[in-house]
């Protein structure tokens, strides 16, 4: 028989008034400040006694049942579901994709993942090979709509609160699980419809841009060799500057987007050149 989901909201400084909106016999926790998307995800589990966990964000909307997401779960330690659009459209590119590797993280940080979206790399990191409807192992199942058990979450440590505020932790959680000798089990059966964006899109392009290119440096420091390493520190540097250029001609002014281009420039550009592969301090803006 399915568990009962108590379930557990972590409002990370909403001004939407949302905790006087919560239903009461949803358990609350409200940050003053926003802790970041991996510390209110740890915030939540650890304020849960359940052994199953899931991690569903604002934005999602469940349409089916959990039990075989659950049954795929106490199998294997973690599972994903599918997520669909308005239409019920599958969201391939974003439900499931595999482990990002340099040449991966390369393109789309010169958005050419994006200009030639079936480039061999590109489908190869979003399953663009895979039928969605095919019950399997993958790589990565999309943070919005994520099961673990909590014996998982607490062997890795839970999520690391390093990726500050947002990007590339559920990535770091899903490949420390897949190290440790976990599967992640992908089941299509479990649908939920994802409307997307709903915290990012609050964001000011400037900071977008600044958390996103830290974040993924981040990811590369801890999981790939330090020549593949710095070839994304300088990957970061090259593509930073045509937007500043660009921003610049459109501008005819410093812009903060330009500043926050020019921040990495020189965080990446420093990390290239230096001795120890280290990543930038989460949230640095300077």
Known sequence: MAPTFTPVVVDNASKDGFPEKALWHTQVIVNAQNQGFAAAVNQGVR??????????????????????????????????????????????????????????????????????????VNRRYRYLDRDLGQTGPVDQPAGAFLMFRRDVWEKLGGLDESFHPVWFEDVD?????????????????????????????????????????????????KHFRPLAYRGICLAVVLSSIPRVVSRMILSGKVTPTVNSCCTMIRSAGRLLVSAQGVSPEPGDHT
């Open 173 to 221: 959680f899903c490949r420390r699980a897949v190290d440790a000798g976990y599967r992640i089990q992908y089941v299509p059966s479990v649908i939920a419809e994802h409307s997307g964006g709903h915290s990012v899109s609050q964001l000011e392009e400037a900071d977008r841009y600044v958390f996103w290119c830290g974040s993924l440096i981040r990811y590369a420091a």
């Open 47 to 120: 304020a849960s006694s359940a052994d199953i966990l899931l991690l569903l964000n604002p934005d999602v909307r469940l349409l089916t049942g959990l039990d075989h997401l659950i049954d795929a779960t106490r199998q294997y330690g973690l599972a994903g579901g599918k997520l669909v659009d308005a239409s019920g459209k599958a969201q391939t590119g974003f439900t499931v994709r595999r482990f990002p590797t340099p040449s991966a993280l390369a393109l789309e940080l010169f958005g050419l993942n994006r200009l030639w979206p079936g480039n061999p």
